[in-house]
């Protein structure tokens, strides 16, 4: 890196007190756009925490194979769904970029080569839910990309490597469900208030007992915990990022939620902070 580089470095990535971690589960992609309870948790929380230098985020929308994180000055938005509204296809999220956090997380991990590409931007699991946190678009961004080839356990692991950004003004966000099985939707019932099929709700309480617990190994081995974690996880990448979270907890650390409530039968919106 050139000395400039270096020097816009230091002054974006210097010493701070620690930031807390969160895991926002996003739901539909029309919640960028609606005004309801979920909306105002995000934006209450970012209320509660003092304004970050940068966010990273790791979102359920970018499976790869490999980690990546974006390396641009000016991502995109990315419009990665369809059949919604045209008003929710002109919503663009301008934040600018950190190819200096990109940098800094890159050396961090020593678990993998982590690449550098400007193929990406922010996708719907980031843009709709952090334009909430910051309307004004003022926070750099950058997300990291889930290595779709990979376990639970080395995705928790590889988190860990990045902890130090927490003391660097670095907001870390994962962005997913807990519970999310699209199959088995109640369309029918969108806008029947915390409706979740039993397997939905017991799944739910259970992975909330385990993050309050501290109980981070059963959630690594969720695909040994029973038929209602199967059919909540039918695939990991919308679980995943709460993995990455809860890798950052340290000793003593507060754990709290918000927006916890299960929609259409088969989602829950569960939102985990960290400190």
Known sequence: M???????????LAPTEKMPVMFLGHGSPMNAIEENEFVTGFRSVAKS?????????????WETKGTYVTAMNNPPTIHDFGGFPQALFDVQYPAP?????????KNLVKKTNVGLTEQWGLDHGAWSVIKHLYPNADVPVIQMSIDHFQSAQYH???AKELAALRRKGVLIVGSGNM?????????????????????????????KKYILNGDHKQ????????????LAIPTPEHFIPLLYVLAFQEANEEVSMFNDKAVAGA????SVKIG
Request: glycine fraction near 4%; aromatic fraction near 8%; hydrophobic fraction near 40%.
């Open 219 to 230: 959630l690594i081995n969720f695909r040994s915990q029973g038929k209602s974690f199967d």
């Open 179 to 207: 519970v999310h099985n699209l199959r088995m939707v109640a369309w029918d019932k969108l806008n029947t208030d915390n409706f979740g099929y039993d397997w939905a709700l017991e799944a739910s309480d259970k992975m």
């Open 2 to 12: 050139k000395l400039t580089a270096l020097n816009e470095l230091n002054k974006t």
């Open 49 to 61: 925490i003092a304004k970050p230098s940068a966010i990273l985020c790791v979102s359920a929308h």
């Open 97 to 105: 970029g950190s190819p200096e956090l990109a940098h800094e997380a």
């Open 267 to 270: 989602l829950t919106m569960t």
């Open 156 to 158: 928790y692991d590889l």
